[in-house]
Structure formats: C-alpha cells, structure tokens
C-alpha cells in the first residue's frame, strides 16, 4: 500500500506552483528491472501514459527511464468478456489528491482505477472509439465518443457495474475530449470547429447534461483539451496547430511553440516541469515524450504511446486534497 502520508507530501510538491509502428511482437519492450524502480511517492517526475502496445496505463520515471507502474485490464478484475473494451488505451488521468486514475481506451471502455493495489472500482462502456474521460464534482464520470458523436455522462454505482449502470448520451461531433472547470462549474468539449460548454445538473442518480455555450475555433479537428498549469487555460490541439484557450477573455489563440502539428497532447507543469508533447512517429503513436522543442523527455523503444500527463494534481478541474467520492 501507497503510504497516504508520503503520497500527500510528494504530490504537494509535484503540485507547488501549479495553482490552478509494427504489430509484431518484437515491438513490445521486455519488462523493467523491479531492482532499478523507486516508488510512486519518491518520483520527482513521473509520466502517465496511454500506452496501447501492452494496452496499460503506465507511469514512467522521467530521471530513471523506467516504467514503475501499470494498470492492464487482463491482470485487474475488468472480466474476461469485457477486456476488449480497453483495446488502445486512448486517455487518463489522475485524480482524488494523486490517489486514483480515470482511463479510457478507443474499444469503448471507462475505468476508475485506484493506484495503491490496481483494483477497478469502476468500469462501464461507452463505445463510438472512446478518446478521453472526465470525472465530475459529485464523482460521476463522462466520456467522449468520436466516431459515436457523443458524449456519455455514467452514474459511478461501484455495486452494481458494469452491466447495470446508467448512462446517457449527449450529441456532439466527433468527440475527442471533456475537462471540467471547476471555477465556472461548465464541462468543455472541443469538436471538429467548436468548443462548447455543457451545464451539468449535479443528478447523482441521473446525470445528465444541456448545451450551454459555443465557442468558434479558428481550425477544424480539434483532438486533446487538458488545463495548462498555473492558468485559468486550456491546451487545445489540432491536426495542424496547438492553442490556449483563455477562460477570462473566452479566446483562442496559436500557442506558439515549435512543434505543433498533429499534437495527440500537450501537459505542461510547475516550475522545472517542460511541456510533455505526444507527436505520432508512426500511425498514431510514439515511443517517446518530448518538449515544445522537440527534446526528449522520456523514451523507451517498443512503447506504443498516444498521450501522456504530467503526475501532478490538476487544480483547474480537482480542488486540493480532493477526496474520493462514489455515486451509488
């Protein structure tokens, strides 16, 4: 078990300053040395990372070069029927004070995943190539679906998933990411040209959401959304250019870093922290995590990665020391 008092320190500190390829087996690297890995709380730099080739959401050690965590659904207790719907691990997320993660992959799968043992507390399916995930105040998550155009809100019933569980579709184009603002109490999902808010009705039992405002996009398929650090802002990337959102003046703007086209995810951290990028070497993954210039961050051959967060708490979305909360 993860020591809550280590944990609360390290990711205070993480947080300081923060504010607000082939198919082919030979691809998949071999497993770590468990003798070279250090804890989750000793990290001064981790990486979560959707990771599709061994189909996990795995935590790398920038300044070890190691993986020292993973999550894969066939070693957890997501059931045999349903390990299909985490095919491509497509997004996550920490969350509850650095204590949980939420995921998703593209076969459909939702998860909530709690870091000290690996259990899934929850799981359901959202289907439609589900590319990101988001939890909500009162700890109902929601979804977004690209090819199914939508989103999905779930009531997160841990007795009862993942065959009984309520959920709702809402319509948008070509979904590829949600981020709760905390501040404004809206959802935000950026899609093809627009960027809309949504209005949650904080229904545990029944949630649900109603268009609220629609921002135009200055470019066409918008792909990941994510808080910039330290900003009431958010990173906005698309097939040809990387943005800021600005939640105080409602514009989009060009970023203006170097490498910006066909950006999978921009993370960006406190102090010390560079902007972690996910640029495509091959179809849509890499093996790598680099800067805005291009540098390496992280890299490790055979690893299929589409995006890749900083391990810090996001207090854009998440208050501080944010606990645990279950919508049964």
Not at 14 to 24: I, K, N, R, V, Y
Not at 164 to 186: A, F, M
Request: proline share 5%.
């Amino acid at each position: 078990m993860i020591s809550f008092l280590y944990s609360l320190a390290v990711y205070l500190v993480l947080t300081a300053g923060c504010g607000q390829g082939s198919d082919t087996p030979a691809d998949i690297p071999p497993p770590d040395d468990p003798s070279e890995k250090i804890k989750i709380e000793d990290c001064e730099q981790c990486l979560i990372l959707a990771e599709q080739a061994q189909t996990q959401v795995a935590i790398a050690d920038v300044k070890g070069k190691n993986l020292i965590w993973s999550w894969k659904p066939e070693e957890s207790n997501v059931k045999t029927e349903h390990l299909g719907w985490f095919t491509n691990i497509s997004d996550a997320k920490l969350v509850y004070d650095g204590k949980y993660l939420i995921a998703c992959a593209s076969g459909g799968g939702v998860a909530l995943i709690r870091i000290a043992d690996r259990k899934t507390l929850f799981y359901a399916w959202a289907g439609g190539n589900t590319h990101s995930v988001e939890i909500l105040p009162d700890g109902n998550l929601v979804s977004a679906s690209s090819t199914g155009n939508y989103l999905t809100v779930f009531n997160v019933d841990t007795l009862h998933f993942p065959e009984n569980v309520y959920s709702k579709n809402i319509p948008i184009e070509s979904g590829h990411n949600v981020v709760w603002d905390r501040t404004n109490k809206l959802l935000w999902s950026a899609a093809g040209n627009e960027l809309k808010a949504f209005a949650y009705n904080f229904d545990c039992a029944s949630p649900d959401l109603t268009p609220a405002e629609t921002i135009p996009l200055p470019d066409n398929n918008a792909h990941d959304l994510f808080p910039v650090c330290g900003e009431q802002a958010l990173w906005l990337t698309t097939a040809s250019q990387v943005y800021k959102f600005d939640l105080a003046t409602k514009t989009v703007s060009e970023a203006g870093i170097p490498l910006h086209e066909n950006i999978k995810s921009a993370s960006s951290g406190p102090a010390g922290f560079a902007t972690a990028i996910i640029k495509p070497k091959t179809s849509w993954w890499t093996d790598e995590v680099v800067d805005v210039q291009g540098n390496s961050i992280y890299f490790q051959q055979g690893l299929k990665i589409y995006k890749a967060r900083w391990l810090i708490n996001n207090t854009f979305s998440y208050p501080s020391q944010d606990k645990i909360k279950i919508c049964n």
